[in-house]
């Protein structure tokens, strides 16, 4: 796919500059992600700053975990972890209610915390140790590099955001600080010629967290509702980029201002296809509410203030219907 590919509505944004020491060159890059958080929610940045070997060695891993056996998978069960990590078999979420289950598999790495850490001790929510496959050399490793540089990553974009909002570039800091942090490798078989109705490999939902820095292979199929043209438009792979997307937490913060967009995966290309989102969700016990800078004159917070545990506990009740992470 080239650039030309690329839906107008959904900007390529070159975020190299957030790097560097000129704040008025963050500045216009944060107005850039400003107008594109108006708009849709979501956009592709390049400029990232992210190794492709690194990319590279994540997808090569993913599809090595997930050609193992399932057996050897099951091991890793995240049902018996208690705070959702480990692999998902296929069909085990539904992100769209009333719909068949995700034709996708998965599987969650979060921050590794030992059984002897006190926020695990003290059975904080969705804190815990990591399911590692045994068998794997390098996974672990390569995917814990591309963790801590996607963090980095995700931490400049939400300075860039906090820029765009008027606040100091800073604010976002303390949400930031004890994070939790998602990395899911996904594989999603070829939709089947018969699909039961409504079947997909990922069913139409919004994200949960803050933002979603999101990486997909060459074979497409993700797609972002557009409001406008009152369908669903291609947001398909373009190699270098990110499609990154705004999500729950950001939408409630800024009263809606900023959208949280639907989207979806439709696999119709005959061929197995991967992605890596990296969710960054925030510490579990701050309190999103709405930012002053986004409350127009005369007008009332759109919702409650909640913490981000109390949010991301019910997201998950809600799409797996176990209410237990
Ligand atoms: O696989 C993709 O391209 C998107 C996955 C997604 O939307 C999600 O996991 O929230
Ligand atoms: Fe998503």
Known sequence: ?????????????????????????RQAIATQLRDACENRGFFYIRGHGIEPALIDEVFGQSVRFF????????????????????????????????????????YYIGVDLPA????????????????????????????????????????????????????????????????????????????PPNPQPGEKGCGEHTDFGSLTILLQDHVGGLQVWDAESNGWIDAPPVPGTFVVNIGDLIQRWTNGRYHSTMHRVVNISGRERYSVPFFLTGAPDYEVSCLPTCLGEGEAPRWPSITVAEHLSECYRRTYGDGKA
């Open 1 to 25: 796919m080239t650039a030309q590919n690329i839906p107008e509505s959904l900007p390529v944004i070159d975020v190299s500059a957030l790097f560097g020491d000129d704040l008025d060159a």
């Open 67 to 106: 050609s193992q056996q399932t057996d050897d998978k099951m091991l890793l069960d995240k049902a018996k972890s208690n705070c959702h990590r480990g692999y998902e078999p296929m069909r085990n979420q539904t992100l769209q209610a009333g719909s068949p289950p995700d034709l996708k598999e998965g």
């Open 116 to 191: 002897d850490d006190p926020r695990v001790i003290a059975g904080k929510f969705n804190h815990g140790p990591n399911q590692w496959p045994a068998d794997l050399p390098g996974f672990q490793e390569t995917m814990n590099r591309y963790i801590a540089q996607a963090t980095r990553l995700g931490t400049t974009l939400m300075r860039a955001l906090a820029l765009s909002l008027d606040l100091p570039e800073r604010h976002f800091d303390s949400f930031l600080e004890g994070a939790m942090l998602t990395l899911r490798p996904l594989h999603y078989p070829p939709q």
